[in-house]
C-alpha cells in the first residue's frame, strides 16, 4: 500500500499544473518511495529540497 502523502507535498503537487495528472500517471514503485523519502526528513530545508527533486522526477518521468 502507498504511504500517506506528506501535506507539504501534497500541496505543492496540487498547486501545479497538472502535478496530480503526473503524480497519477507515475510508476506506483517511485511514488511509494518517493512518499517514504520525503517523510523521514524533518528537517524543513532538507524536505523543500527533496520536494523539489521529488516533483521533478516525477513530472520528467526519470524516476530517479
Request: hydrophobic residues 45%; positive net charge.
Amino acid at each position: 500500500a502507498e504511504p500517506p502523502m506528506p501535506d507539504d507535498f501534497a500541496a505543492v503537487l496540487h498547486a501545479l499544473y497538472r502535478g496530480d495528472r503526473y503524480w497519477r500517471d507515475a510508476d506506483p514503485q517511485l511514488r511509494k518511495e518517493t512518499l517514504i523519502w520525503i517523510a523521514e526528513t524533518a528537517d524543513p530545508a532538507a524536505r523543500a529540497r527533496r520536494i523539489v527533486r521529488a516533483l521533478a522526477r516525477v513530472m520528467d518521468g526519470s524516476g530517479r
